[in-house]
């Protein structure tokens, strides 16, 4: 083996930049944030209002078409 094979087999691995870590724990973390808000909002079943405040998704709005 030669001097030059010799020495890169045995080269320390190179460092991770401390600026790598960094964005790498706030992608993590944003991720880990988007998820949560996407579980409970699935677990509260949130209900949408029109203008006036009343539910739009409700079965008592999608039937009450304002004739008796």
């Given amino acids: ?11 320390r691995p190179r460092q991770v930049n401390f ?3 960094l964005l790498a ?6 991720c880990g944030i988007l998820i949560g808000a996407y579980v ?7 209900v949408m209002l029109d203008q006036s405040g009343k539910p739009i998704n409700a079965p008592s709005a999608q039937t009450d078409t304002g004739k008796h």
């Fill in 40 to 46: 409970i909002t699935k677990k509260i079943n949130p």
């Fill in 19 to 21: 600026m790598t870590i």
């Fill in 1 to 11: 083996m030669d001097q030059d094979q010799s020495e890169s087999l045995n080269a």
């Fill in 25 to 30: 724990v706030i992608f993590v973390a944003f």
